[in-house]
Structures are given as C-alpha cells and as structure tokens.
C-alpha cells in the first residue's frame, strides 16, 4: 500500500488566491512526522514545513500551513496569497519514528505540478 | 551556512560502467541519506548512513553501495550502471535531534 498519496496531479491558482494541496498518509505507528517538499524545474527539493503525530495544532510557516486531519490521516498544504514563485512540484512526505530522532526514511507521494497564473 | 552540496551536478555514462557521487552535508549534520528520483515520481529512499555506519537500506540491488567519512561526507556507489538508473539522485543531511532532512540540488544521471 502507498504510505504517501496525491491524487493531484496538477493544481492552477491565481496569482494572490489561496491554494490547498491534498495529502494522506497510511501508517500504523503512533510517532511520526509530516512534511512538504517543493521542487522547482532546478531539481533541488526545499522543505517547507513540518508537523509532528502529537502536535495539536496546525504547523505554520509564513504563506504556508499544513492543515493536519489525524482521524482522517490527512495532511493538507495551504499557501495563501500565491505568487508567481510558487509555481513547482510539491510533494508530501512522511518519516515513521519517534520524535526528535535523527534517523528514519522519508516516504514520498508523486507530487502535485502548482501553476500560478497572473 | 552552506547547503548540502553534491557534485558532480551532470554525469553520463554508458550501460555497465560505474559511478561514483559526491555529497557534503550542512554543517555540523552527521546524518546523510540517499534518494533516486526517476522522471515522473516522487524521491525513493536508498540508504542512510550516521556517523559512519549504514543505519537504513531501501530496495535497491546490491550494485547500490554507499559509505560515509568521518567528516560525515558520503559517496554513493553504482555499479554496472542499467538504462533504468538514470535518474535524479538526491542527498540529504539531518541535525542531531532532528526529524527535517535537507536536500543538495541532486547529481542529474543520463545512462545510454
């Protein structure tokens, strides 16, 4: 079974509207950590933001937030306020493990293609 | 700070050769992990290496090899390159205490 999916292929949005990216996850562990990935066309894969199994509320960083739904293992992206940068593949990921340990794979989906237009 | 860096950025080889790929962490990381990225998809995990020692292994066969310095540098190892090992190859180091990983801007591999 696929740890990680997006069933987005490609999202548009508007320059300055908000935009949410779709993310499950499938884990038996209690432990584990979500995260957002962007990949621009240069290839190198830039962390955006992380939330933690047990933390209770939405992880925030600037435009982004992660809109974490534990019941439903859902972990959504939010970037508000698009800009034309914002246009790459995202991808969520998912690493199994306790907290605050250095070790663990990331699980990665297939990535969603973000288009920001004028 | 500096990044994770990876050399060299391009390679092409030819079907049964080998290669060779470089990787330096941020410093004071001495975690290091290894993806392939195929065209179309999402990175796959290789390897993961800390202080030294192998600490993760994907699916990958056994031409995939890798080793880390004590300067926590880490070379990834492909032997008898195939066409379906090209790819996108990413590295990444993690601070202790730390679940993020941080990526290089990845070694491009064209196998003809």
């Known amino acids: 079974a696929q740890k990680i999916t997006q069933t987005q292929p490609g999202m548009f949005v508007q320059e300055k509207e908000a935009v949410t990216l779709d993310c499950t996850y499938d884990t038996s562990d209690q432990s584990y950590g979500l995260f957002w990935y962007k990949q621009p066309s240069s290839g190198e894969m830039i962390f955006l933001i992380y939330?933690?199994?047990?933390?209770?509320q939405n992880a925030t960083e600037g435009r982004y937030s992660l809109n974490f739904q534990k019941a439903r293992k859902s972990a959504n992206l939010v970037i508000s306020a698009s800009q034309l940068g914002d246009s790459a593949m995202y991808f969520c990921?998912?690493?199994?493990?306790?907290?605050?340990?250095?070790?663990?794979?990331?699980?990665f989906g297939r990535g969603t293609q973000l288009t920001v237009w004028p | 700070d500096a990044g994770v860096t990876q050399s060299p950025t391009h390679l092409i080889k030819t079907r049964g050769q080998h290669v060779t790929l470089r990787c330096s962490p941020i410093s004071g990381h001495k975690s290091v992990s290894w993806y392939q990225q195929v065209l179309g998809q999402g990175p796959q995990f290789i390897f993961q290496y800390y202080e030294k020692e192998e600490r993760g292994r994907g699916n990958f066969p056994d031409r995939f090899s890798a080793r880390q310095f004590p300067n926590y540098s880490s070379e990834l190892n492909v032997n008898a390159l195939l066409l379906g090992d090209s790819a996108l190859y990413l590295c990444?180091?993690?601070?202790?205490?730390?679940?993020?990983?941080?990526f290089g801007p990845g070694t491009r591999l064209l196998v003809l």
């Open positions: 990444a180091s993690s601070p202790p205490y730390k679940e993020t990983q941080y």
């Open positions: 990921a998912m690493r199994e493990g306790d907290r605050g340990s250095t070790l663990g794979r990331l699980y």
């Open positions: 939330q933690g199994s047990y933390d209770e």
